[in-house]
């Protein structure tokens, strides 16, 4: 017997924003104590929940997908959102979990 399990829109998006402003505080620590390979890594992960909170809100489905690029790429997500992401990760030197998600 098959059962399935309803998909909570609202629960799914507080879940990524929750974890992104964890996140981001752990990066002002790290950052504050001069760990700044960290405090970037940890401002990636942030930045990549906040985008999946967006995508979730609008296409009402998982993000499951851990690049940026194709993440902010996916239908619906507000293009004033993703503006200029990648360039900035880039910058840094942050690399793509691109190869993790296929």
């Known amino acids: ?3 399935s399990i309803k998909f909570d829109v609202k629960k799914t998006v507080q879940y990524w924003l929750e974890g992104a402003e964890y996140d981001l505080g ?3 620590a790290m950052f504050e ?3 700044y390979p960290y405090a970037l890594f ?3 992960l942030a ?3 906040l985008l999946k909170s967006l ?7 998982h993000a ?3 690049s940026l690029s194709s993440i902010a790429s996916r239908k619906n997500c507000p293009e004033s959102a993703t503006k200029d992401y990648k360039s900035s990760c880039s910058v840094y030197g942050i690399p793509f979990r691109s190869s993790l998600s296929g």
Do not use: I, Q, S
């Open 26 to 28: 752990v990066a002002d």
């Open 64 to 66: 499951p997908v851990y």
């Open 47 to 49: 930045l990549e929940k």
């Open 42 to 44: 940890m401002g990636h």
């Open 55 to 61: 995508v979730v809100r609008a296409t009402g489905n």
């Open 33 to 35: 104590k001069g760990k």
């Open 1 to 3: 017997m098959k059962t």
